[in-house]
């Protein structure tokens, strides 16, 4: 069974819960359309999109997959990336699937700042968002801090694979 989004009836819905629609859009999205969509959300942060605080996250906890994933090839990191996305089950998402809610949004915060530093797998060069991630990224922008808190919280938390209820 195949389902489909409208994704330019996001940016013009009614919809009292915009935050559910947009949640629901970004699930709709491909596994590339995710990753993309969550690395221009962190690279817009200092425009639009505003930070996940992540000072708030324990992110002592995340270091050790930090130091892991820096050590892994280009291909190995964006395969781990897809993983998560996807819920498969390895070594590596079992260990993000144990991160509190903040610290998988300082996770990710600080994948994005590596990515620009070079030493996690950079967007390709020229890459170019899809109109269905365009359309989500636009209505993410639009949505009040705590709005885009709660939407991006919803992204990644069920990202991964959490041992203790597989």
């Given at each position: 069974m195949t389902y489909t989004t409208d994704f330019t009836n996001l940016l013009t819905s009614?919809?009292?819960d915009v935050v559910s629609t947009t949640t629901n859009a970004i699930k709709a999205l491909g596994t590339d359309d995710q990753l993309a969509l969550l690395w221009y959300v962190y690279t817009e942060m200092g425009k639009s999109i505003t930070p996940a605080a992540p000072g708030?996250?324990?992110?002592?906890?995340?270091?050790g997959l930090i130091n892991q994933v820096k050590q892994m090839s280009h291909g190995e990191q964006l395969q781990f990336m897809r993983d998560l996305v996807e819920k498969r089950s390895t070594p590596a998402t079992r260990a993000y699937g144990l991160f509190s809610v903040n610290t998988k949004l300082g996770f990710w915060y600080e994948l994005s700042e590596l990515m620009v530093k070079g030493f996690v797998v950079p967007m390709p060069q020229g890459h170019q968002i899809s109109r269905d991630a365009a359309y989500v990224l636009d209505a993410l922008k639009k949505l009040d801090f705590g709005q885009q808190i709660t939407v991006l919280?919803?992204?990644v938390v069920n990202m991964g694979v959490d041992p203790l209820n597989a």
């Amino acid at each position: 069974m195949t389902y489909t989004t409208d994704f330019t009836n996001l940016l013009t819905s009614n919809d009292t819960d915009v935050v559910s629609t947009t949640t629901n859009a970004i699930k709709a999205l491909g596994t590339d359309d995710q990753l993309a969509l969550l690395w221009y959300v962190y690279t817009e942060m200092g425009k639009s999109i505003t930070p996940a605080a992540p000072g708030a996250a324990r992110m002592q906890f995340a270091e050790g997959l930090i130091n892991q994933v820096k050590q892994m090839s280009h291909g190995e990191q964006l395969q781990f990336m897809r993983d998560l996305v996807e819920k498969r089950s390895t070594p590596a998402t079992r260990a993000y699937g144990l991160f509190s809610v903040n610290t998988k949004l300082g996770f990710w915060y600080e994948l994005s700042e590596l990515m620009v530093k070079g030493f996690v797998v950079p967007m390709p060069q020229g890459h170019q968002i899809s109109r269905d991630a365009a359309y989500v990224l636009d209505a993410l922008k639009k949505l009040d801090f705590g709005q885009q808190i709660t939407v991006l919280r919803n992204a990644v938390v069920n990202m991964g694979v959490d041992p203790l209820n597989a």
